[in-house]
């Protein structure tokens, strides 16, 4: 099958030591926009922003890895899967690319990831867009461990995709079959199942960055949330909101945990002209 089959499958660069899978679209000398994705089963960065790329990409130049335990990045037999993993890989990725600043777009876990690397990193990313964010402490959903307790099936990931989504009309037969498929790829599950086992309480905690860190922050923040997320409770933006000292909300109605989807026009507008002005 060839690359351009499977757009999930893009450029590859050590990053951290990590044979990283990344997608990379724009002129590379405008203002870098590093995109994170989410913790779905069978996700990947073109899963998550296939959407969002093309329409960022006319300005900036956006950089959306696979993180390790997901998509088509190298998954080590000895990888620990926690924060401090993630975020080295993260800042190895800026490294092997060049980047020494850039706006990064966090999508619920990613948001987790997001929130952390300006935290340990303020140098390194510019102004901070978290989406549907973990990061700040809740108790767990039951669609959030829903999606972390996933078994694969077609049924059960049609089951998901009504949690992700608001719009009954993304929840089709043909869309869970896709999902479903890009779950069971080789290694995916299993480095899925290994991420999150239950008590999945624990993951939600291992994710927050402290408010006194979060009150630190010195990056521009705007914060989007879906009013009806059926996975993050709106009220993690609302911390947010009450916590980070330059920050914005804004609350989609009639949308669920999938902004970048449901709300996609308004969604690179918004993120676009956010991270350029």
């Not at 679209?25 to 998550?48: I, Q």
């Not at 990193?121 to 959030?144: A, C, E, K, N, Q």
């Not at 290694?187 to 860190?213: I, L």
């Amino acid at each position: 099958m060839t690359q351009e089959a499977r757009p999930e499958i893009g450029a590859s660069v050590l990053a951290a030591g990590i044979a990283t899978n990344y997608l990379e679209a724009g002129d590379p000398s405008a203002p870098p926009v590093l995109l994170l994705h989410g913790s779905g089963p069978g996700v990947t960065a073109y899963a998550n922003w296939r959407l969002t790329i093309p329409a960022l990409a006319t300005r900036v130049r956006v950089v959306a890895p696979d993180l390790v335990g997901f998509g088509f990045t190298e998954r080590p037999d000895t990888v620990v899967y926690d924060m401090d993993t993630w975020v080295g890989q993260v800042v190895g990725l800026l490294d092997a690319l060049g980047i020494e600043r850039a706006s990064v777009v966090g999508n619920s876990f990613g948001g987790a990831l997001a929130l952390r690397l300006a935290a340990r990193y303020p140098d390194r990313v510019d102004r901070l867009v978290l989406m549907g964010s973990v990061g700040v402490p809740f108790p767990i959903t039951d669609g959030l461990d829903r999606v972390w307790g996933y078994e694969p099936s077609i049924e059960s990931m049609k089951e998901l995709i009504g949690l992700f989504a608001h719009s009954r009309e993304l929840v089709t037969d043909e869309l869970a079959e896709v999902r479903y498929r890009a779950s069971v790829q080789p290694g995916f599950q299993e480095s899925f199942a290994a991420m999150f086992p239950a008590p999945r309480q624990r993951w939600v905690d291992a994710m927050v960055t402290p408010d006194e860190e979060i009150a630190a922050l010195p990056q521009r923040t705007l914060v989007v949330h879906g009013r009806e997320d059926r996975i993050i409770p709106l009220d993690n933006a609302l911390h947010l909101l009450r916590t980070v000292p330059d920050v914005q909300l804004h609350v989609f109605g009639r949308c669920g945990h999938w902004t970048q989807i449901e709300h996609a026009d308004e969604f690179n507008r918004l993120v676009l002209d956010f991270v350029t002005s």
